[in-house]
């Protein structure tokens, strides 16, 4: 956020408790301020209809840091599927890493990109939101290269298997 004027510092310096914002000699009508720093706080606020990973992971990018963060559409209500907590959510039945996010160690800039396989949840989302997320094709190659498996997806899928992945039938059948 640009502090262009006087009002706008006053207003932050009040909205942080902080005088020392309004005697900096340093500040100048060029200067800003970002807000929400944290990676999974920005991600959350530009999409919190976006379940987040919570282990982003720094990738140096064009001589840049960026974090990288996995995004999942979620519904709390699939036909013939197993409920599943995840933190403080309520139980959720369906849930696929569709997008990720860039986010710029330097400036906060995040750029939200859809990944390539189908997903009708996000196909909604970007009905609604149609400048959001971009597509898998304007991801550049760097961030593409440094996909990795989200975790949070990884340990669900774990915990799903863990209960399926029996040896006797009589077992499965048991409970």
Same mark, same amino acid.
């Given at each position: 956020?640009?502090?262009?004027?006087?009002?706008?510092?006053?207003?932050?310096?009040?909205?942080?408790?902080?005088?020392?914002?309004?005697?900096?000699?340093?500040?100048?009508?060029?200067? *800003?301020?970002?807000?929400?720093?944290?990676?999974?706080? *920005?991600?959350?606020?530009?999409?919190?209809?976006?379940?987040?990973?919570?282990?982003?992971?720094?990738?140096?990018?064009?001589?840049?840091?960026?974090?990288?963060?996995?995004?999942?559409?979620?519904?709390?209500?699939?036909?013939?599927?197993?409920?599943?907590?995840?933190?403080?959510?309520?139980?959720?039945?369906?849930?696929?890493?569709?997008?990720?996010?860039?986010?710029?160690?330097?400036?906060?800039?995040?750029?939200?990109?859809?990944?390539?396989?189908?997903?009708?949840?996000?196909?909604?989302? *970007?009905?609604?939101?149609?400048?959001?997320?971009?597509?898998?094709?304007?991801?550049?190659?760097?961030?593409?290269?440094?996909?990795?498996?989200?975790?949070?997806?990884?340990?669900?899928?774990?915990?799903?298997?863990?209960?399926?992945?029996?040896?006797?039938?009589?077992?499965?059948?048991?409970?």
């Amino acid at each position: 956020i640009e502090l262009s004027s006087f009002l706008r510092v006053l207003a932050f310096a009040w909205r942080f408790g902080d005088q020392n914002l309004l005697f900096a000699r340093e500040l100048a009508d060029t200067s *800003r301020l970002v807000y929400r720093r944290g990676v999974l706080e *920005r991600a959350r606020t530009l999409a919190p209809f976006l379940l987040w990973d919570p282990d982003p992971h720094p990738v140096v990018l064009d001589g840049r840091v960026v974090w990288i963060v996995a995004g999942y559409t979620y519904s709390t209500s699939y036909p013939l599927s197993r409920a599943f907590a995840i933190r403080d959510q309520p139980p959720l039945r369906y849930m696929r890493s569709s997008v990720k996010a860039v986010v710029d160690a330097v400036t906060g800039a995040v750029t939200i990109y859809a990944l390539p396989e189908p997903d009708p949840i996000l196909r909604t989302w *970007r009905r609604v939101f149609p400048d959001l997320i971009r597509g898998w094709d304007e991801m550049p190659d760097g961030v593409r290269a440094h996909l990795r498996y989200p975790h949070l997806l990884f340990r669900v899928q774990a915990d799903v298997l863990e209960q399926y992945h029996l040896e006797r039938a009589e077992a499965f059948y048991a409970g």
